[in-house]
């Protein structure tokens, strides 16, 4: 049996676009993707609204991710894979975060990953990157308020995760050809959304997994 965690912010976790609701468990990406994997392989979802990569939200504690993935390899260990989807948070960061930072953060994240200490005899994770879908103009002036610059910053983060994935040995995926945010908030994905990314995500896991 094959162990992956998929490490993410609320897109991961299943806001309901528009709301502070949560989807209903099937419908959320790692679920769909588990499901898609069949029997061989479980994924765990470790989701939290509010997350960026390395930095500390002002408003909110827990949403540092570089400073809680120690814990996370430690307590889901031994993992086989680590799928990350986080940077649209860090964009969002005091309302001038950019994707080049996001990409800082995201190199951070895979070298806590391999340089982890672990039991004798585990391994570390493979690492698969995730580039977050685009974010859209809502149909929300407020939320349009909220986000400003990050809806060209968010079409940045491909090519620059991209770039890391390559320099680190990871898996890529960008989530946008295969799920649109909805227009609600211009920033979270509705249920057909959020199980198309875990089904589309399933190729490229098995192939890392050799499933």
Same mark, same amino acid.
């Given at each position: 049996?094959?162990?992956?965690?998929?490490?993410?912010?609320?897109?991961?976790?299943?806001?309901?676009?528009?709301?502070?609701?949560?989807?209903?468990?099937?419908?959320?990406?790692?679920?769909?993707?588990?499901?898609?994997?069949?029997?061989?392989?479980?994924?765990?979802?470790?989701?939290?609204?509010?997350?960026?990569?390395?930095?500390?939200?002002?408003?909110?504690?827990?949403?540092?991710?570089?400073?809680?993935?120690?814990?996370?390899?430690?307590?889901?260990?031994?993992?086989?894979?680590?799928?990350?989807?986080?940077?649209?948070?860090?964009?969002?960061?005091?309302?001038?975060?950019?994707?080049?930072?996001?990409?800082?953060?995201?190199?951070?994240?895979?070298? *806590?990953?391999?340089?982890?200490?672990?039991?004798?005899?585990?391994?570390?994770?493979?690492?698969?990157?995730?580039?977050?879908?685009?974010?859209?103009?809502?149909?929300?002036?407020?939320?349009?308020?909220?986000?400003?610059?990050? *809806?060209?910053?968010?079409?940045?983060?491909?090519?620059?995760?991209?770039?890391?994935?390559?320099?680190?040995?990871?898996?890529?995926?960008?989530?946008?050809?295969?799920?649109?945010?909805?227009?609600?908030?211009?920033?979270?994905?509705?249920?057909?959304?959020?199980?198309?990314?875990?089904?589309?995500?399933?190729?490229?896991?098995?192939?890392?997994?050799?499933?």
């Amino acid at each position: 049996m094959k162990t992956v965690l998929a490490y993410g912010d609320s897109l991961t976790w299943g806001l309901v676009p528009g709301t502070r609701e949560r989807h209903v468990f099937a419908d959320r990406w790692p679920n769909a993707l588990e499901r898609e994997l069949g029997e061989g392989a479980r994924v765990i979802e470790n989701g939290v609204s509010g997350r960026t990569t390395v930095l500390d939200d002002p408003f909110g504690p827990g949403r540092n991710g570089a400073a809680h993935l120690p814990m996370m390899l430690s307590a889901h260990a031994p993992l086989d894979l680590l799928v990350f989807m986080l940077g649209i948070n860090d964009l969002n960061y005091s309302n001038g975060g950019r994707a080049f930072e996001a990409m800082q953060g995201m190199t951070r994240l895979v070298e *806590i990953v391999k340089s982890h200490p672990l039991e004798p005899g585990m391994t570390a994770p493979q690492v698969l990157i995730v580039a977050p879908p685009h974010l859209c103009a809502p149909d929300d002036p407020d939320y349009e308020g909220y986000f400003g610059h990050t *809806i060209e910053e968010s079409r940045k983060l491909a090519p620059l995760y991209m770039r890391v994935a390559d320099e680190q040995g990871c898996g890529f995926f960008d989530a946008a050809g295969a799920a649109d945010v909805s227009p609600v908030d211009g920033c979270h994905l509705d249920a057909e959304n959020t199980r198309a990314l875990g089904r589309a995500l399933a190729p490229d896991v098995r192939r890392i997994l050799e499933l």
